[in-house]
Structures are given as structure tokens and as C-alpha cells.
């Protein structure tokens, strides 16, 4: 535990921050998953808009790196590709 008054606010609000990037990955990761599911020609447009908008919304606020960002991206687009 912290003694000094500014090490303890900074530990609750990495508490915060914590509760929030794991809204974020949580989000991503059904998204992605969701995707994944669909057979050979089933991939819907708007899952696939929403799901790079979660993750460009992550990247935009550091919760995953922007290399990560366009690995995903990427899949998600080689995966929409390959369905068609």
C-alpha cells in the first residue's frame, strides 16, 4: 500500500482506468470472435464496419497499440476478402 497521498490517487484512478480498457479489449474480442463464427459467404458489412470502428476507437485512446489496431484490421479485411 502507498503511504503518500498522490501514490494512493494514482492507484485508484489506475483502478478506473483498468476497469475501462477491459470494457474496450472485451468488446474488440466478441466482436472479432463474432465475426469468426460466420460461414463461407455470411459476413455481414455492418459487423465488420462496427468491429474496425471498436478497434480504431481502442487505438485512438492507447488501449491497444496501433500496430495491434492494424494487425486486426487486417484480418478482419483478408477474413471479408476470403468470405466473399
Known sequence: MP????AKKKMRKDVVRTQNNAK???AIEKAIKALFKFKTG????????KTV???DKAAK???????KAARLKSRISKLRSKKK
Do not use: M
Request: hydrophobic share 30%; aromatic share 4%; no cysteine.
Open 61 to 67: 485512446r492507447k488501449v491497444v497499440h496501433k500496430n
Open 42 to 49: 455470411e459476413v455481414n458489412e455492418d459487423k465488420v464496419k
Open 3 to 6: 503511504n503518500i497521498q498522490s
Open 24 to 26: 474496450y479489449l472485451n
Open 53 to 55: 470502428s471498436l478497434i
